[in-house]
């Protein structure tokens, strides 16, 4: 008997954590001392190197002792960002740590790592041409162009309840547990990258609608603009009718019906890929994945469970009238994918796939709601924004802010998740925006870079089961529409 391909996902993650972890635990640090067999160069008496994906920490103990760190993201400031330059004002460290190489637990979490991303690029490698042949299958299945209208109404009101609904969780939450006044955090002190002001971002995102090559834009995987591009072809094809339509029809559909298949073929290793990527996280990350700022990640976790298992369901049950569990079980390949690899972007094929296949909805909504969903509709991170940053400001000010402020929070959260791109930590660096809003300084957004990960991982998860919710709503309305218009 063979395992639902949901609990093979479910059984690859388990698995892929539970060895992580056991390397971690075990062998993620090398130490050697002058009585090994190890040949130190004269002046060592002993060297630890504990290495994770961004660090390489090096504690020489002897004549001089030091202790040093290769940090291309330089959190700390007198770290060094490569070996090469490690090199350059150590040598012997440099020598040590590259003779005696990097941790068992980093070389096997390193080569979880690249077999994991083969099946990242599996999925990356579909998502462009599955996203047009579908969009315009969706758009050429509409018949005409005053649905596409409707349908892009309803999708939008969706997209803006649900967000809203989300970071009013998040709100709530953060001011019912006051992360950010329990006590000590331990701060951390990267530089996050600087993002541009949200007028700017918003701008961009207009921009970004329109391309100047289309053929650049699917190249780049710009996927707004393949979006719109995609869109107004089908729109003006529709317009033209006759032959013209129909062979544009033909056409998309073909390449829809091979492209999906693909998909399906890809998704079935989707349990190894999983395991490889959870083994990576946690073999080279350890348990700080999960550990570490307790009470903050109680908060967006709580939240995010609220949004998921309560708001989106009950949405569900009384607008779109789909039984949740089944409905959740069919999206399980998706939900799980973008949980291990954090990108909404990059699950958005396996998305597609479960939505048309395993839930049954009609590819002329999906095609619509769900590449569009994975680039402006991300309820996760429009609530993890809002916490995030209030937990900042408690820490910072000591107290809560003032509802006046939370409501301008809230509002740039809404705009930061619709200018987030789908890719992991993508929020993180959209957060600057906010933290701008309310006046807080942006170092502090090191405190809570150690979590991003874990957190990246659940909010990625309910950004794509609020796309695939809203495809069973939208649905809902469609087919009501198609009747009456049978009628
Ligand atoms: N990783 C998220 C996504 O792909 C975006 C974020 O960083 O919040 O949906």
Partial sequence: MRLALHWQIFLGMIIGAGVGLSLNATVSQRRWSSTSQTKLPPGMTSVTTLDSPDLIEIKIEGDKPRTLVVDGSRKTPDSVATLKLLAASDQDAHDVFFLFGRSPARRVGDLANRLGRLFLRMLQMVSVPLIVTSLLTGVMGLGSASRLKSMFGRTMAYYLTTSLLAICTGLFMVNAIRPGLRGEQSAGQQKPSVGDNLSDVLWGQVNNMIPQNPFNALASTSLLAIICFTIAFGVFALRRGGATADRVRELASAGFDVMMDMTMAIIRLAPLGVLFLMLYVTATQGPDVFRALFWYVLSVFGALVIHALIVLPLILIFVAKRNPIEFARAMSPALVTAFSSASSNGTLPLTMASVEKR???????????????????????????????????????????????????????????????????????????????????????????????????????????????GCAVVARFESAASKAAAT
């Fill in 359 to 469: 839930a049954g909805v009609d590819n002329r909504v999906s095609s619509f709601v769900l590449p569009l969903g994975a680039t402006i509709n991300m309820d996760g991170t429009a609530l993890y924004e809002a916490v995030a940053v209030l937990f900042i400001a408690q820490l910072y000010h000591g107290h809560n802010l003032e509802i006046s402020q939370q409501l301008i929070v809230a509002f740039t959260a809404l705009l930061a998740s619709v200018g987030a791109a789908g890719i992991p930590h993508a929020g993180l660096v959209m957060m600057v925006i906010i933290l701008r809003a309310v006046d807080l300084p942006l170092d502090m957004q090191g405190i809570i870079l150690a979590v991003d990960r874990v957190l990246d991982m659940c909010r990625t998860s309910v950004n794509v089961w609020s796309d695939s919710c």
